[in-house]
Every structure is written in C-alpha cells, then in structure tokens.
C-alpha cells in the first residue's frame, strides 16, 4: 500500500493541477523556436538547453525537472522566463545580472524557500514576478529593490500576514496577489510598505478565511480601486466592518463572489455610502433573502450581480436607491429549489432602476410574469428571460404590455420559456424591437402573420429549434418587412411549396436559416425578391430528388434568385448530382458546404462562377476524381479546403492535378494527409493523396503521341496493304491511263477520229465465227466497218504486222469472250496486251467485250489481264439467252460502237 501511494502520489499531484504528463501534454523532443520566443516545455528537462539561439527575448522552460538556472547566462536578451512548475529551490543571487534586460519572471509552482534582498538585487527592470505555490519565507526587505515592479503574486504560500516589508517600497506596482496565504487578520500596518506606491489600484485576497479587519487597514492603499474577496469566508459582521474600512478609498470595483454572504441587512454597505464604486458582484452565494434598503448606499453603482444565488422574493423596493444603475445580472438567482413553491416577483420590482439598460434573467424561476412587473424601465435595452421557468405558455398582446414604457428595448430573448403559442399583436408594445429570440420552445401553430404584428422595427427573429411543429403561409411575415435575419432551424412541418414563397415579403432579409427540417418539396420561386440575401443555411434536409436530372420537370433551381449569396450551406441532404446551372451567377459567394452528400461526378463547368470563393466543405462525399476543369476555378483563390474522407482514385487522369495544388497551395487544407486517403488502385489503397507519384504521369504525353502515331501507321500499312491486293490492278491500270494521257498530250493536237479505217476490230475464237458472221456481220449493212482476222488480211504481210496495223486503225476493239477464246495463245500473248495498250492511250471506251458464256473475272484477268472495272459498263456486253432480248443487244452494241473515243 505504501509503494502504490509513492507511485500514485506524484500521478495525482500533476494531474490535480491540470497538467497529466501521459494525456494533455506529452513530452516534446526538441524546443519549439519562433519569433524569438523559444518553447522548451514538457520535455522532461533538468537543465537549461545550451544549443538556443543567443538572440532569443522569451523562454518557456515550465513542467520540467530543473533545480536551477544556471545556463540562463547564456541568453542575455531574454525579457520573458517563465520557469513555472519545476524543482527550483531558490532564485540565483547573480540571475538579474547575466540577464540586464530581464522584466517578467515566473517561478510558480517551484519549491523556493527562503528569499531575501540579495536574491533579486540587481532586478530592477522587473516589471512582473509569479511566486505562487511556493513555501516562501521572507528574510528582510526582498521586494524594496524592485523599482519597476507592477504587478506581484505571492498567493497559496502559507504566509500568516499581509506584510511583506516593514519600510514603504514597490512605487510603482499596481496590482498584488495575496490569495490563498494563511493569514485570517487585515492588521492596521499591513500594507503600510505601499505607502509610497502612487500607482497601486488591485488587491486580491482570494480564498482567505477573514476573521476581523482593523480599523484603519486600507488608510495606506487609500488610491485602491479594486478589491477582490472570492471565495473568501466572511461572516456578515466582517462584511459590515469591511465595508467600513473601505470607506474613503477610491473603491471602484468589488468582488465578494463565493463569499458565504447567506443575507443582506439594509446596513452591510452602509460603509460604502462615501465611496464611488460602480461594480459589485454577489454571484454565488446561495444568498436566500436581501432586505428593502439594502442597496440605498450604492448610488453610484452600474452593474450589480447576483447571479447564482437562491433568492426567493424580489420585492419592489428591493432595488431602491440603485437610480444609475445599468446592467443587473439575475442569472440563476431566483430558481425553484425540489419542494419549495416558486419564487416571487412583485409588480414593480424594477421601477427604480432608471437607468437601467441589461437586465439578465437567464435561467430563472418565478411564479409568473404579471402585467406590471417589467413596467418603470424607461431605458431598458435588453431583457434575457431565456430557460427560465414562469409558467407562460401563450404569449398575448399583455403579456409585455408593461415594456411599452420602455421605448428603448431592443432586444427580448424568450429562449426556452416552454412557450406552445403566440396570439395575434402578440408583441404589439415592442414597436422599436430589433431582436426576437424564440428558440428552443413548443411552438406549434401555423404563422398567419397577425402574431408579428407591430414590429415595425424588427431586424432578428429566431424561431430555431421549435420541434418542427411551425407551418407557414403566404402571409407569414407580411407584417415584419424589415426583417433581414430569420432562422427556422429545426422548427418547419409541412410543405415550402407555396406560391408566392412565404418569404418573398423580406426583401431586406440577408440570413435564411431553414436547416433541419426535412424539407423535401419546395419550388423555384422559394427565394424571389431576396435580393440582398448573403446567408443561406438549408443542412439537414431532403433535397436530393429537387435537383436530379430525371426530376419531373427536370431540376428545381430554387437558388436562381439569389446570386448575391456569400454563404451557402447544404450538408446533409442526399444530394448525388448538381444541375449544371444550380451555381450559375454566384460570384460573391465566399463559403460553399455541401458535406456528407452523395457527389461523384460532377459537370466540368458546376464551379466555373465561384472566383470569390474561399472557403469549400466538400467532406464526406463519394468524390473520386479532382480534375482542373471542374476545380480549377474554385480553388484558385481558395483560404480553406475540406475534401477529406472521399474514396479518391489516385490515378494520373484523376488526381494527378489534384497532388500537386496539395503540394504547391498556400490554403489550408486541414485533416491533411490522414484524411486524404487513396481508394483505387490497389497499388496506392489506403495510402495518403500526398504518396500519389507525379513523376510516373510526366512522360505520358510523349508516350501517348508515339502509340497514337505508331498504331495510326500499322493501320494505315495495313490498309494499303489490303487496297493493294485487292484493288491494285485498279490503280495500276488508272496510272497508265494517266500517264499514258499525259504523254499523249504532248503529242499533235491535230489528231482526230478521221484516221480510223475501221469501226471495229473482231476478236474471236475459231469455234465462234459462226456467232460472229451470224450476229456481228449485219451490222455492215448498217455503214459500220468491221476488221477479221481471217478475212481482212492484207497478203504478204506477217501476223504480227497485220495485228498491229490494223488495230491501231480500228476505233473499237471487240472481245468475243468465250472460255475458247481464252485458251487461244495469241490472243492470250498479244492481242490482248496490245488491246490494253491501246485503252490506255485512247479511252476505256475504245474496247468492248461480248460475253457469250459466263466468264469469271478471276478467268478473264488471269488469261487476257482484262477486268470488267476497266471498262464503262456501256462497253461490257453480255448475249442474251432469250431470242426476244436479241435486239436490244443489238441497240446496246451500236451504242457502244457510236461512241467517240476522244479524251475529254
């Protein structure tokens, strides 16, 4: 048990003063150095780095192990040591020496003992000295060398008196901290050492336990102004003979909070009645009862508080003599304790308070608020009756009938009254009102308009938090067009698809707060008129089908009429796509939200308007891709960026851009890298945004312009390939004919048809001269000429002289084509090539070919290198199988056989 207590005991004694080294503050590695300040705390140190900047003016040393300050020396700029919460034992005699600059230096919490003169001799330019929570023992004079001092802490030391010197020194300290001591006595010489300090205004004595104050104790500190007694415990006799002292001083401000002050008598102050002072506090004291009269000392007084006591009655002269009084702070003072009835308030409790402008009333309970018992406030500014308990549940046209007297109120905060309704002119005697809160109450009713009658002035109404049991119409706030802050958070039912919009009367409004209200069905004309609207909140709600694409009627733009918005918020509302044009305009906007949605793709332009924004929340969504085209804009002047927790696909196409804004930004972008993580690919799941490489996307462009060029001449090699096999005979043949015609055209012009001899050299088989004289030979008759080979022969000339001659004189050449014909040696070695040659020098039209059987192309380029395509169709004749169809052939050859050759 002994050893768990030694363990334990240090554990608890640093966490007792807020300060667990395992929790809170964690030991740091190295100090923190930044504009000259260096911050060397929690680091588990028992001596003073040696390694600082020379030129530094502040040191941080507190919560540490170190038992002296040796190694100050070597920092001898430094203004500022706070050496608080370590293992001093003394202050160094030649500390002020090796520091000449030195001016504040705090060693609370230390275990300094005995301190004399000698310790702070050379201390002069100290201006501030913490030596709470030490054991301090003084030894002679040790405060009278410090001329500059103003302001000094010796409290929770265990010293039995206030007297820390026997001769008047400290002239220009200011402020002396003398709480927690030991000492139950204010003796008559106590402070005579700060006779001669003019400037002395603030003594506090915290946490003593006053027995008696002798007459005389304050004579010397007559310039005092304020006097702190916190949880002091003063009996009611020592307050009185306190007050008395006090009599005569520069009394200003006074502080007995926590004093144990059960009950006022009409006499406690009475010795204040020669003193100017302005603040009393009188918070939490439990006090029960203050007698009529009490307060008839204090004329001067401003600000009086009693808050957090147990008052049960204010009667209306309770506050008599209080005539300049200014605020009243009665938070928590009047409560209904478990089995006590509720604490009363008489009609007129206030009425002589003036001048008072705050009354605070927060967190009250009294039996009800009657009609006169706020009447006598000509200059009331503000009254603050929120969670207070008072019975009201209906507020009529009386209810504050009586604050027509105060013509000044502005502000009137009903938060949590248990308030269910408001009646018609419900606040009709608050004409110059400007703030309204409403919050948190019951309110169900639907808002006609009348209930906000005769607030002419009205600039704020909160109806926030009222259970979603407000509905609204047309003519809502008719009556309040000066209205320009209104919040609905929480407290709508029903439907905002109404037509006009029941906030289409506020043209001055400049914040809309319609959050958390499941608002599921509204319409484009929700904003009309709002021209001036700057905040609009409208999280938490269901609006994710409005602007769907396959919306009937496609996508509600419900934000059309206000482009003048610097704020827009909406988390939480299921939303998985916005309209390309749902943003269009928004040039003023400053901070968009749009938090724990749905969005993943978005259109490239969405954000394209948004060059003010600063501040973008676009956390918690399904976003996988940050491109430049969709974010470039938006982010470009960006102070703040929330985009984690997306599932971001950390590929070049995707996030690529998105890394290196991260890496170059100046915004800040908090949650960064945790929050930040990679989805897809596998490579980089779970991994930070900032592991994506860039370096693995730097070369793709020329990579993509190789592969583009390299496949496009595969395909194009491929292409050519299959023309040429299929095709090549066509190109080859179309390229002589132009060449042919080319060269032809350098010939004489003066060559005409007039040369031919013959209409048509006959090319056949020997096994279709019958065909041929049966069908070809009568069309002689008809002036046409014709060549055969075995007719038309000119003796004594070879063959191939005769072939040659004669075809050059025909302008036609007629192919009989049968599978005979193509097995005949000559045609198949000259003729046709000579045909051919000829075609390419004159025209397609010079060669006909007669199909007397079926002949395959294959067949007939194979044996004669002739092809169907390289003739017109005009000249590709096939003889019918019917005899009734024989005369059309006829007509087809002597068409064929009429057409000119010339080269047009």
Known sequence: MELMKLILLPLFCMCFHGHCAGTAYPHKSSCTIKNAKADCSHMNLNAVPTDLPKNITTLDVSHNRLKNLSSLHLYWNLVNIDASYNSLTSIEEDLCVSLPHLQILNVQHNEVHLISEKNLKNCSRLTRLDLSDNRLKLKGEPFSVLKSLTWLDVSRNKLNSAKLGTQPQLPNLVTLVLSGNEFSVLQKNDFSFLSNSSAF???????????????????TIARLSDLVLDYCKISPQVTTSLCEELAGTALRNLSLKSSQQ????NTT????????????DLSSNTMSKIADGTFQWL???EILSLEHNSLRHLTKDIFSGLGNLRQLNLQKALTKSHGSSFPIIDDFAFHHLVKLEHLHMANTGFREITEHIFSGLPNLKTLDLSWSSTGLKTVTNKTFAALQESPLLQTLN????????????????????????????????QLNGDELEGLSNIKEIDMSMNQQSISLTNTSFI???????LKLGRALKGTLDLTPSPFTPLVNLTILDISNNNIANLNAGLLTGLHHLKVLKMQHNNLARLWKTANPGGPV??????????????DYNGLDEIPLNALRGFFELHELSLRSNLLDQLHSSVFDDLRSLKYLHLQKNLITSVQRVTFGVPLSNLTELYMDHNPFDCTCESILWFSEWLNSTNASVPGLPQGYMCNTPNAYFNHSVMDFDPLSCKD?????????????????????????HFQGWRIQFFWNIMVNRMMGSLEDKNNTEGRYAYDAYIIHSAEDRPWVERSLLPLEDEKFNFFLEDRDPVPGFSQLDTIVENMGQSRKIIFVITEMLLKDPWCRRFKAHHALHQVMEDNRDSLILIFLQDVTDYNLNHSLHLRRGMLRPRCVLYWPLHRERIPAFHQKLRSALASTNKVN
């Open 700 to 724: 793709m462009t020329p990579f993509k312009a190789l592969y583009i060029l390299s496949s496009t001449a595969v395909l194009m090699l491929l292409f050519s390939a299959f023309l040429v």
């Open 557 to 570: 733009m419900f934000l059309k009429d206000a482009t003048k918005l610097s704020v827009l918020d909406l």
């Open 201 to 219: 205004r603030v003594l506090i004595l915290s946490s003593l336990s006053l027995k008696k104050v002798e007459n005389g104790c304050f004579q």
């Open 262 to 265: 059960m009950t006022l008598s």
């Open 269 to 280: 102050f009475q010795g204040l009645d020669k003193t100017n002072i302005t603040v009393l």
């Open 414 to 445: 009903l938060t949590a009254m248990g308030i269910n309704k408001l009646g018609p002119r419900a606040f009709s005697s608050l004409g110059n009102l400007t703030t309204l809160l409403l919050s948190y109450n019951f309110i169900s009713q």
């Open 299 to 301: 004329p001067r007084l």
């Open 479 to 485: 009556s309040v067009p000066t209205l320009r802050i």
